[in-house]
């Protein structure tokens, strides 16, 4: 399961995830054709996939996803909490409590739903094979994003908190919880924040000097979810080029 699955990084590890011999259920929430694109080309590949529309911030919504999902593709056994928003760069003094709220309920709200019902689906505790649940966070969570959107920076360290959390709480029970975090990848979710352009930008802040590709970040939440991360949970891995 990769939420919001249909564009960016959550793309990229959907399409990975079919090459490395999952079933991949791809949500998404409003772009139908990109999702099933993803779908479309992890077929091509030879992968079995398929595109759920969801509200992740919404219970009963997430609810029907895994359920439906599984009448599709089988039992979850790996998670990717990836789906999240950004709104215009703005100082906290302009923000406005709709602002703040639409932020929590889908970066914060809609993880913690997901990986409820995927706890509920894997925990050996409750009859479950075990599996794994990678969440997908951001550099802002360590620098704070001044001047531009710290809701969202707040949200992805409240992302952050509730992975070393889960991850003891459920460790007993076969699943591992690990997050990514992703520096300046270029993708579309740059724009919602009103600056298309701004990895070109701040890449000069990154010692290795660019921006990262969303395959980059596929890699390294496909790594954590598989056998050779056996021995790793509630662990957060910085993928930002060494900033």
Sequence with gaps: MVTGGGRGIGAATARLAGQRGYAVCVN?????????GVVRAIEQDGGAAWAARADVSLEDEVVGLFE???????PVTALVNNAATLERQMRLEEMDAARLERMFTTNITGP??????????????RGGG????????????????????????????????????LAKEVAEEGIRVNAVRP????????????EPGRVDR??????????????????????LLSEEASYVTGAILDVAGGR
């Design 112 to 125: 913690f739903l997901c990986a409820r019902e995927a706890v509920r689906r894997m925990s050996t505790r």
């Design 130 to 165: 075990g599996g794994g649940i990678v969440n997908v966070s951001s550099g802002a969570a360590r620098v704070g994003s001044p001047g531009e959107y710290i809701d969202y920076a707040a949200s992805k360290a409240a992302l952050d908190n509730m992975t070393i959390g």
């Design 68 to 74: 439906t999902a599984a009448r599709h593709l089988g």
């Design 28 to 36: 998404y929430l409003r772009d139908e054709k990109a999702a099933a």
């Design 183 to 194: 520096g300046f990848i270029y993708t579309d979710l740059h724009a919602k924040g009103g």
């Design 202 to 223: 701040v890449k000069v802040l990154v010692p290795m000097q660019r921006g990262g590709q969303p395959e980059e970040v596929a890699a390294a939440i496909l790594w």
